[in-house]
């Protein structure tokens, strides 16, 4: 068995909470105190908040 508790250089993961922290409307982001990605450690160990031709704010609104 194994955890992971820290992701690699350039590794993404829980897409959607990038997505949300990207493409959340002003009142989303009030409701749920939400900051920008590069606020949460967890998201930024990675050093990869964004990845070259992905829009995730477009992918989060597709989504709703």
């Not at 009142?27 to 105190?33: A, E, I, M, N, P």
């Not at 998201?43 to 995730?56: A, E, F, H, P």
Request: proline share 3%.
């Amino acid at each position: 068995q194994s955890r992971v508790v820290r992701r690699a250089p350039g590794e993404r993961s829980y897409h959607i909470f990038y997505q949300l922290c990207s493409g959340a409307s002003p009142l989303h982001r009030k409701k749920l105190l939400l900051r920008d990605a590069n606020y949460y450690n967890y998201l930024k160990q990675s050093s990869c908040l964004r990845i070259d031709g992905v829009d995730d704010a477009k992918r989060f609104s597709s989504l709703l």
